[in-house]
């Protein structure tokens, strides 16, 4: 069974993605990191992001050991997207993405394009959104739980540039398959969530 997992920065598709491979027992790939392992390698190497034929070498020299460290940050997500553009980039990932997808037993995937690009035969397709403001909050309060100074009014100002960026580019947009299940998380927690998420699994096992 393949779940694909899509939707907008600060969602929370990850948590959940996480706990449907634990509930299923499938192994899980987050595919951002892919992009942000990029991202932060071209800007450590003083690389411009804005040359596809530069970020396109750098992705199919993408390498495991280069998907530690810390990449969760927002500055590596941004560089992400500024990456993610260019088809170079996208196309030196589709193989590996597939060939994870392809496991026996299935594989839990989450980004931007799983569902439409990478497996468009995906048993089951969710796409986990949530309102700009409701997506702005939660970032802010988990920075501010880190004990991080921020401010509300930044960060959903960078939520929002991101969400442009994703939908707005020419290849592989953010957007929901046709056949994939919305799951508006701006009024569930995290266990609303993922019963809604188990739902729509269980439906077409
Ligand atoms: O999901 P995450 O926030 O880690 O992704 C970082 C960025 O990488 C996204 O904003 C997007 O630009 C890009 N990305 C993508 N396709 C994917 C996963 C991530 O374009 N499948």
Redesign the pocket.
């Known amino acids: 069974m393949i779940i694909a997992i899509d939707g907008p920065?600060a969602a929370g598709k990850g948590t959940l993605a996480e706990r449907l491979a634990a509930h299923y027992g499938l192994p899980y790939l987050?595919?951002?990191?892919l992009?942000?392992a990029i991202g932060r390698r071209m800007a450590d190497a003083g690389a411009d992001l804005d040359d596809p034929a530069a970020a396109g070498a750098f992705a199919r020299a993408l390498a495991p050991e280069h998907l530690g460290g810390d990449l969760r940050g927002r500055e590596a997500?941004d560089l992400?997207?500024r990456v993610?553009v260019h088809p170079p980039v996208r196309e030196a990932l589709v193989a590996f993405q597939r060939a994870f997808a392809a496991r026996p037993g299935g594989a839990v995937l989450d980004?931007?394009?799983?569902g439409t690009v990478i497996c468009p035969d995906a048993d089951v397709k969710l796409y986990v959104t949530a309102s700009a403001e409701v997506r702005a909050r939660r970032r802010t309060d988990e920075l501010l739980a880190k004990g991080r100074a921020v401010d509300y009014d930044r960060i959903l100002a960078e939520v929002r540039e991101?969400d442009a960026?994703?939908s707005g580019r020419v290849v592989?947009p953010l957007r929901p398959a046709d056949d994939a299940v919305v799951i508006d998380t701006s009024d569930l927690d995290r266990d609303g969530a993922f019963a809604a998420a188990c739902a729509a699994v269980d439906a077409r096992r």
């Open positions: 920065a987050d595919t951002g990191l992009y942000r997500g992400a997207s993610a980004g931007r394009d799983i991101r960026r994703d592989a």
